[in-house]
């Protein structure tokens, strides 16, 4: 009978434990769905303030680890409080990354692959390559165990003063262009990018981009250099948490079949927010973080000339203060065409995607997104700029009438923005077509299923990798 593989998933967050973003939902996901092709997993997460467990068990059999300590973990916020970076940010997840290694020892579960999750968990192969099974120690536990990091947002990279560098129990040696320095400073997921076996990002469209100058964050060279074993794997979507048909959060479930009751989410919608109760008038969704990156600065160059059309706004997030001003002041203009919500709501996001006629991300970069693969689960016809996991999942009606399932324009500009928006108004006006685009959304199938086999593949992939 052929060996099921073992997988330590290593995260700094994970559902339904503590989440502050994505990685979140695909460390809480993901296991799950391997745990269904039969592969043993387990999950090591660091234990912060407000878990009370020592070990827990999600799935059938997937066992939490909770990695202690109480100095570094047990506080107010995961990585900042009140958007200030701890200052020791660098001892915390050195120390969860070490830690694990140690541990799964202590406990005698040794892995084939361990799955590390963006900066926070960087280090874990570089001290397996250069701490575990270095020749003189020839600790027999760690070797063959093999590793695959999984770049979520390359703009987040683990980036510290070379002052702390001692802090890591590394080698000095190790701080040269060809590992863990960068422009003279500490560069973390450098660091795993050299030292995995496997480099994964979210999205095939993210992984070519990454690659580029425009889009590699200062690392496309050494990007490039891995791209043999750099692979994008779309990020999948729990439809168990993520139905229309179930979710007990919006006012009438639906689906393709019932999809009049999409209109009573959308007329609840409109009563709540203060807007004009029309079912004819498109009313567009954008649940985000206000920034640069999401394509707000285009939407905001052609808010004022988008908000002459026959149409209504709905936002909800936060971030930079020019974008709560300028989106705050719409709505002082047009309050009953525009609402505004800062801050989050998880129950208002789903009441979004549900009342919603058309979903917006104009992103500047979206190494995945599941914003748009959410909201065509919920009929929700997605607007969207080609770039990263949103070019591989959002197909353009105009340019594949046969196939498209949304809206997609590629100049980064408000100028090219505002065209699509037209496009879309006159798309909705025409029922047949917009019908066809809602019944091609809540149809596809963007669940884990898919990518959990790649990632199976993946894994028995490098734990084949003879040792370098």
């Not at 694990?100 to 361990?114: A, C, G, M, R």
């Not at 048909?245 to 079949?257: G, V």
């Not at 399932?405 to 037209?422: H, M």
């Not at 669940?447 to 894994?459: F, G, P, R």
């Amino acid at each position: 009978m052929k060996k099921s593989i073992k997988v330590l998933f290593c995260s700094s967050e994970a559902l339904p434990f503590v989440k502050t973003g994505g990685l979140a939902d695909v460390a809480g996901s993901l296991p799950l769905a391997l745990e269904k092709l039969g592969i043993e997993v387990r999950i090591a997460i660091p234990k912060y303030k407000g878990i009370d467990k020592t070990a827990a068990v999600v799935g059938k059999d997937i066992k939490v680890h909770f990695i202690e300590n109480d100095a570094y973990f047990l506080r107010d916020g995961l990585y900042n409080y009140k958007n200030v970076d701890f200052p020791d940010n660098l001892d915390r997840f050195s120390y969860f990354s070490k830690r694990v290694l140690e541990f799964i020892k202590e406990i005698n579960f040794k892995p084939d692959i361990i799955h590390s999750n963006d900066w926070q968990t960087a280090l874990i192969p570089v001290y397996l390559k250069n701490l575990f099974i270095k020749d003189e120690i020839k600790d027999e536990f760690y070797k063959d165990i093999k590793t695959v990091f999984s770049i979520h947002n390359l703009a987040y990279q683990g980036i510290f003063s070379k002052t702390e560098f001692p802090k890591l129990g590394l080698d000095w040696e190790l701080f040269n262009i060809n590992a863990l320095e960068y422009y003279d400073k500490i560069n973390l997921m450098k660091g795993a990018i050299v030292f995995s076996d496997i480099v994964t990002t979210v999205s095939p469209t993210y992984a070519k981009e990454i690659q580029t100058q425009e889009y590699g964050c200062g690392l496309q060279g050494l990007l490039r250099a891995r791209s043999n074993s750099l692979i994008g794997v779309l990020n999948g979507l729990d439809y168990d948490q993520w139905n229309p048909m179930k979710d007990k959060l919006i006012p009438k479930r639906y689906s393709f079949l019932t999809l009049q009751d999409k209109y009573i989410n959308k007329t609840a919608l409109q009563k709540e927010s203060g807007l004009e109760v029309n079912d004819k008038i498109p009313l567009i969704g954008l649940i985000s973080r206000l920034a640069d990156q999401k394509g707000l600065d285009i939407l905001a160059g052609c808010l004022d000339e988008m908000l002459k059309r026959p149409l209504q706004l709905i936002v909800l997030g936060t971030g930079e203060q020019k974008y709560h001003q300028i989106f705050g002041d719409a709505e002082k203009i047009y309050p009953k065409k525009v609402n505004v919500t800062l801050g989050y709501d998880a129950v208002l996001a789903q009441k979004i995607y549900a009342g919603s006629d058309i979903f917006l991300m104009p992103s500047k970069y979206e190494p995945c997104g599941l914003g748009q693969i959410i909201s065509l689960k919920y009929g929700t016809v997605p607007l969207v700029r080609k770039t990263g996991g949103l070019a591989d999942t959002v197909i353009d009606l105009t340019e594949n009438p046969d196939m498209g399932n949304g809206l997609v324009f590629e100049e980064y500009s408000s100028a090219e923005l505002l065209k699509t928006i037209d496009r879309a108004l006159s798309f909705y006006n025409n029922k047949t077509y917009w019908k066809s685009l809602i019944h091609r959304g809540m149809n596809a199938d963007f669940s884990w299923k898919t990518s959990a086999k790649e990632y199976a593949q993946l894994y028995t992939l490098a734990a084949s990798k003879v040792p370098s």
